[in-house]
T-cell receptor
Framework: GQQLNQSPQSMFIQEGEDVSMNCTSS?????WLWYKQDPGEGPVLLIA?????ELTSNGRLTAQFGITRKDSFLNISASIPSDVGIYFC?????????????FGQGTTLQVKP | KAGVTQTPRYLIKTRGQQVTLSCSPI?????VSWYQQTPGQGLQFLFE???????NKGNFPGRFSGRQFSNSRSEMNVSTLELGDSALYLC?????????????FGPGTRLTVL
């Protein structure tokens, strides 16, 4: 089946550092979404991307929809302790118009104060 | 605006039993999707409902089923539970799956099968 390869699997950084994670696939996607999940909770939507090349920011978060439509990255600037959690990329395959999302394996972020 | 709600939050069942989980989407959202989350397999798509119709189904056995009501509320059912069904079951709703696929998740139902 279709897969999203998300990397890195985990990161342990110092507070104040910038973070970068990405997702790649051999398939083409319509939509890229980035979520954050805290323990015992459902994923929370951070950023949604709908066009190839689109660059979108949400506070200290910036995400881009790759030109080839097969990848996306998420950057977090000046990390703080509350950024700790698991970050997931998710995509909707092209040309599908259903609600099915395919998820990456997640990036676990730990921030040292 | 209230978010997606799921009930119950926690459930413990034994092998062979069946279970029904409930999801209430955000008001105005007509699309509801269900996902299974396990440490080994990650987030896996179960099925999606739109206007009371199942529009897409993931690769899960027939023991997993669902339905959607006219008020967009959805339920999923798992029959003949197996140990491997232990997971966090997440429901997500979206406004319009064709033009806007931003899916908003509920807190999930943690199912433990003993």
């Amino acid at each position: 089946g279709q897969q999203l390869n998300q990397s890195p699997q985990s990161m342990f950084i110092q507070e104040g550092e910038d973070v970068s994670m990405n997702c790649t696939s051999s398939s083409i996607f319509n939509t890229w979404l980035w979520y954050k999940q805290d323990p015992g909770e459902g994923p929370v939507l951070l950023i949604a991307l709908y066009k190839a090349g689109e660059l979108t920011s949400n506070g200290r978060l910036t995400a881009q929809f790759g030109i080839t439509r097969k990848d996306s990255f998420l950057n977090i600037s000046a990390s703080i302790p509350s950024d700790v959690g698991i970050y997931f990329c998710a995509g909707q395959l092209f040309p599908s118009n259903t609600g099915k999302l395919i998820f990456g394996q997640g990036t676990t972020l730990q921030v040292k104060p | 605006k209230a978010g997606v709600t799921q009930t119950p939050r926690y459930l413990i069942k034994t092998r062979g039993q069946q279970v029904t989980l409930s999801c209430s989407p955000i008001s105005g959202h007509r699309s509801v999707s269900w996902y299974q989350q396990t440490p080994g397999q990650g987030l896996q798509f179960l099925f999606e409902y739109f206007s009371e119709t199942q529009r897409n189904k993931g690769n899960f056995p027939g023991r997993f089923s669902g339905r959607q009501f006219s008020n967009s509320r959805s339920e999923m059912n798992v029959s003949t539970l197996e140990l491997g069904d232990s997971a966090l079951y997440l429901c997500a709703s979206s406004l319009d799956r064709i033009t806007n696929n931003e899916q908003f998740f509920g807190p999930g139902t943690r199912l433990t099968v003993l």
